[in-house]
Structures are given as structure tokens and as C-alpha cells.
């Protein structure tokens, strides 16, 4: 029989909770499940080594005594009946052991039953209150949660808060206004469809409304999709002016305060936007420091590549296919890869890792209404991205980018429908319809769109929503599978295979257009300033803007991993707990779902459990 008594004073087993003011409190529940899980894991602990080593120890008498008896050989009779006895007292002690083990086993079995049942009957539970909680909801019994008053500056509010000061600092001393009207351009004239600062309202929209929604698209994570995004496009905003000054200084060859226009403010805004691309890779996955760090990094190195590929070289990149797009997803999915990659390989934790992201993978995914929300950002960015690609071409080809874009719109968003409808059995999958739409406008960034015809951008932007949606359905789920990346907003798929794909349409038409010395109705160097050759300079920027993101990523990811690293060690903290929720950075209302985490170690799955 088993020995119940071993079991008097079990241990609870390692069980982590996602919210630290859950775990103060007391439920009967999880607490049975805490000694369920201890039991099953002493139970397992003492089959695998005191029983085995029982009878080891079995199997070793009965070797040590037929050795014994091996030593008389003088009467083989005697010998032979002795063997016999000990055969016959092994057989017994060994059926003795064999029964005890199956007699925990069963005990095991029956745990983990009882195991199953009680989770099972927490999931019925868990609808039930959520069925009540949506009732209490509609009568408006509940209040927002009270966030704590207590003032609290952590780290990551302290380096937030110094790099704020130093940012104010450097403004003072060098940014001001111009002291008068040259440096302020035209403001609308005959050549140009709109004065410049409808284009930077637009591109607002574009940028603070369009990539804040989209972002919201994870089920438990909407809170921080906006509002990071928010942070994100404010903070990044401000330092891509200060990088564009200090290279535009270089550049010059000498120094002096910048003077600030709406051109000024519009390409701070682009800058924005490769960081909000940049970020949708990492959704989910990163602290506040961690995000304020990529942020000041992503505009650096942002800045770099604006400057070799806009100064140095003279692309042709108004709407930022290869300095913004490409670059953003290269930097993006580096990035994402370097974070994790040198625990996972110094510590060889990628199973343990890989275990606790695929326990949290539902919360990875969309709702319903989650969507909706997704969705609108869609639209919001489908009607302000013309404003995107035109705000700095040149006077005379932006109605030819403008009207290009909506046709490239349309028709990614034509195609994207129909391609979506055909993988998926005769349905869609709206994260592919969310942003593979885009593509089109994406694609239509490039150089191609000022003077391509309008049946020219048809074909673009049919190609871009294609290859858009299968990469969605096919390249990201391959990338994570392969590589172990996690492309959380499929920028792969959103900005790198259209923004290539207008980069290289650029190109060509680059290539056939520019040997004229007349084109489209102006000099030719009123579109292209490096005359004959800019089409290799545009092959050029093309494969620096992949190696510089590229590079940057992974410099960034290394620097983020090892800061994160250094925190973990100090706080001892698991940031994976985190992942994918608002638990751990807004102040919730009472119908959110919360989370429970368990595990029984290092080297077990992790099951998740909501509330």
C-alpha cells in the first residue's frame, strides 16, 4: 500500500501569479491546485528515484549473493538448491517493488485526474463570471480600478525622466525659428496640390490616430498598443528633429541653431513612423525603459541611414520606401531576434522560453472588438497616406503621386480581399485584411510613383497586396517556426516585401526614364539630382537601408538584452509573465481578464488560467 503518510506536509508547488495584488489573495481553488501539483510532482519524484532505488538495491543483493555462492562449488546439489532459494527471494522482493510502483502510479493517475477535473471545473467557472461580469457591466456596477497614489519612481522613470530633461536642454540651445519668410518656402502654390501644413495634419492622423489603432489589435493589450504608440511617435518625433540637425550639420560642414519649419516638423513625423513600424515586431514584449531605449536608438540609427541615403548619396525616397520602410522592418525584425537570442543560446533555455510565449499565445491573438478597433486605423491610414507620399515630392509629380497612391490603394486592397478569400477556404482573415490593404500605398512610396501611368500603379499595387497577404499566411508563421522571430504585427509582411517591391519598380523605371535630359515636361534633374546615374544610386540605397536597419537591429537588440538581462538579475524577475497584457502597466477596469500562471519549474509547461 502507499505510504500516505510521506505526503503529510507537502510542498506548494512554484506557482506564479501575473498580478502581484492577486496573490494576496486567498483562493480555495488555486490552492487546491497548488497541493494537487505538489503531490503529482512528489509522486513522480518518488517513483522515478526511491522506488527505482529500492530495486536497484534488490538487484544487487541478488548479485552479491550469487557471487557468495559461487565460491562453493564443492557440492554442486547444494549449490544448485541454494541458487534456487535465491532466485525465488529475488522474484519476491522484486513483485514487492513492482506492486508499490503500481500502486503510486495509480495514485499518480488519480491526482492527475482530480487535476484535470478541477481545472476543467475553474474554465466553466471562469464563463460563468464572465457571463455575469458582461450582465454587471451593462448595468454599470463597474467603477474604473483606483490606481495606487503613492509616489513610486522606479528605474525606468528615473532614465525616462533624465532623458526628457537632456532633450529640453538640448532644444534651448539649439533649435529656434527663422527671422524671416525664406526659409519658410511657399505655402501653396500653383504646382502644388496643398499648402504644407494640411500634408503635416494629415500625416498626424496618418501617424498618431492611423498606427495607434492598428496597434491595438491584441485582445489583452489595447490599453498599451494606443498608448505606447502615442509615446512612441511623440518621443520619436522629438529626437528625429535633433538627429536631422546634427547631421544636417555635418553635412554642411559647420554648425548653428536649426532653423524649424513645417518641413521640419513633417520629417520628424517620418521618423515616427519607422519607429512605430519598428515597434509593432515587439509588441507586447518590452518594459518602458525597454521601449524608450529602442525608441532614442531606432532615431539614431534612423538618422544614420537618412543621411547617407538623402545627403550622401541623393535619393529619391520622398515617401520613404528604402530610409523608412525597409529600413524600419530590417531594424524591426533584428531587433526582435537579438532581445531573446542570447539567453536562448548562453543559457539554452529556448525550450523553456519557447514554452512560456506558446502558453501566453492566445493573449498573442485578437478579439472581436479588438479588431474593430485595428481596423479603423486601417481606414484612418488608407485616406491620409497620399498626404504621406507627396508632402516632399517635388511641386510639379505630386498629382501624378497622389493619384497613383489612391489606384495603388485600391487596388491592394481589391487584391488583398480576393488573394485572403482564396488562402482561407472562402473566408478572410482580417489581420491580413488590416494591413495588406496598405501595401499599395507602401509600394507606391517609391520613385515610381512620379510618373508612373495609372495603369502602371494598378499592377504595383496588385502585386504588393499579394505578395502581402501570402506572406501573412505563409513567410511569418515560417519565420517564427524557423528562426524562433516573433513578427507580433507581421512587419514582414506589412513593410518589407511591398516596400522592396516599390523599391525595385523605382528602380526600373529610374533606370528607363532617367537617360532623357527632358523628363516629364522639366530637366531632368529637377527629379532625379544624380542625372543619368540615380538609378544606381537607388539600387544603392536599397541594399543600405536593408544592412544599416539590419544592423542597427541587432546592435539594439544586443544592448536592450543585456540591460534587461542585468534587471532580471537584480530584481529577479521573469518579464515573459507580462508579456501580452495591461496587467503590469495601466490601472484596469474590474471586467478585465486577469491571468494565472503556473508551472512546476524551470523545466516544465506553463499553463495559463484567466479570471
Not at 118 to 128: A, D, G
Not at 448 to 472: K, R
Not at 511 to 534: E, K, M, N, T
Request: aromatic share 14%.
Amino acid at each position: 500500500m502507499v505510504d500516505r503518510a510521506h505526503f503529510a506536509s507537502l510542498p506548494v508547488s512554484n506557482t506564479r501569479l501575473a498580478d502581484e495584488r492577486n496573490a494576496k489573495r486567498f483562493h480555495p481553488r488555486i490552492a487546491y491546485l497548488d497541493a494537487l501539483e505538489g503531490l503529482s510532482e512528489e509522486l513522480h519524484t518518488y517513483i522515478q528515484n526511491t522506488i527505482q532505488t529500492e530495486e536497484n538495491i534488490v538487484r544487487g543483493e541478488y548479485a552479491g549473493r550469487l557471487r557468495d555462492l559461487e565460491k562453493d562449488r564443492d557440492n554442486p546439489s547444494k549449490l544448485a538448491e541454494e541458487e534456487q532459494d535465491a532466485l525465488y527471494k529475488y522474484q519476491d522482493e522484486v513483485d514487492e517493488v513492482k506492486i508499490k510502483r503500481n500502486d503510486y502510479r495509480r495514485l499518480l493517475h488519480q491526482v492527475q485526474l482530480e487535476k484535470k477535473k478541477l481545472l476543467e471545473s475553474m474554465r466553466v467557472n471562469r464563463h460563468e463570471e464572465n457571463y455575469v461580469r458582461k450582465k454587471l457591466n451593462v448595468l454599470g456596477s463597474f467603477l474604473p480600478e483606483s490606481p495606487d497614489r503613492t509616489p513610486r519612481w522606479s528605474m525606468s522613470s528615473i532614465i525616462y525622466l533624465l532623458l526628457l530633461i537632456i532633450t529640453i536642454v538640448i532644444y534651448l540651445v539649439s533649435e529656434t525659428y527663422p527671422w524671416d519668410y525664406v526659409y519658410l518656402y511657399n505655402n501653396g502654390t500653383p504646382n502644388r496640390i496643398a499648402d504644407h501644413f494640411l500634408f503635416f495634419t494629415h500625416i498626424a492622423l496618418f501617424v498618431f490616430l492611423g498606427f495607434g489603432l492598428l496597434n491595438s489589435f491584441m485582445r489583452r493589450y489595447q490599453y498599451s498598443g494606443i498608448g505606447f504608440s502615442l509615446l512612441i511617435a511623440a518621443w520619436a518625433f522629438l529626437w528625429t528633429i535633433l538627429w536631422g540637425n546634427f547631421w544636417g550639420n555635418i553635412n554642411g560642414g559647420y554648425w548653428e541653431r536649426d532653423r524649424m519649419t513645417i518641413y521640419t516638423i513633417i520629417s520628424g513625423l517620418y521618423g515616427s513612423t519607422a519607429l512605430l513600424v519598428i515597434f509593432g515586431a515587439v509588441l507586447g514584449r518590452v518594459t518602458l525603459l525597454s521601449l524608450v531605449l529602442i525608441t532614442w536608438l531606432g532615431t539614431f540609427w534612423y538618422s544614420v541611414n537618412n543621411y547617407v541615403t538623402i545627403f550622401v548619396l541623393s535619393g529619391v525616397d520622398y515617401g520613404g520606401p528604402n530610409h523608412i520602410w525597409l529600413f524600419a522592418a530590417s531594424f524591426a525584425l533584428l531587433l526582435s531576434a537579438f532581445i531573446v537570442l542570447p539567453t536562448r543560446v548562453l543559457n539554452r533555455h529556448t525550450r523553456k522560453w519557447t514554452d512560456e510565449v506558446v502558453a501566453l499565445r492566445r493573449d498573442r491573438y485578437p478579439s472581436y472588438y479588438s479588431n474593430v478597433f485595428a481596423i479603423i486605423g486601417t481606414l484612418v491610414m488608407f485616406v491620409t497616406f497620399p498626404s504621406f507620399n507627396i508632402a516632399f515630392s517635388p511641386d510639379t509629380a505630386q498629382f501624378r503621386v497622389a493619384i497613383n497612391t489612391i489606384i495603388a490603394l485600391c487596388c491592394s486592397a481589391s487584391f488583398a480581399f480576393l488573394t485572403s478569400y482564396a488562402l482561407h477556404s472562402g473566408k478572410w482573415s482580417m489581420i491580413e485584411i488590416q494591413r495588406s490593404t496598405l501595401a499599395g500605398g507602401i509600394a507606391c512610396s517609391s520613385a515610381f510613383a512620379q510618373g508612373a501611368d495609372p495603369g502602371g500603379a494598378m499592377v504595383l499595387g496588385a502585386l504588393a497586396g499579394i505578395i502581402s497577404v501570402i506572406g501573412y499566411a505563409y513567410f511569418t508563421p515560417i519565420l517564427e517556426r524557423r528562426s524562433g522571430i516573433l513578427d507580433e504585427a507581421g512587419v514582414f509582411s506589412f513593410a518589407w516585401l511591398p516596400a522592396l517591391a516599390g523599391s525595385i519598380a523605382g528602380i526600373i523605371q529610374t533606370f528607363l526614364v532617367g537617360r532623357h535630359d527632358i523628363v516629364w515636361g522639366a530637366l531632368r534633374g529637377d527629379y532625379y539630382p544624380r542625372g543619368s546615374s540615380q538609378a544606381g544610386h537607388q539600387a544603392a540605397i536599397l541594399f543600405i537601408s536593408i544592412g544599416i536597419g539590419a544592423g542597427g537591429g541587432i546592435l539594439s537588440g544586443l544592448v536592450i538584452w543585456l540591460i534587461d538581462w542585468v534587471i532580471g538579475k537584480v530584481r529577479r524577475v521573469n518579464r515573459v509573465m507580462s508579456y501580452y497584457t495591461d496587467e503590469s502597466n495601466w490601472a484596469l477596469t474590474s471586467d478585465f481578464e486577469r491571468t494565472f500562471i503556473f508551472s512546476d519549474g524551470p523545466d516544465t509547461d506553463f499553463e495559463v488560467n484567466y479570471y
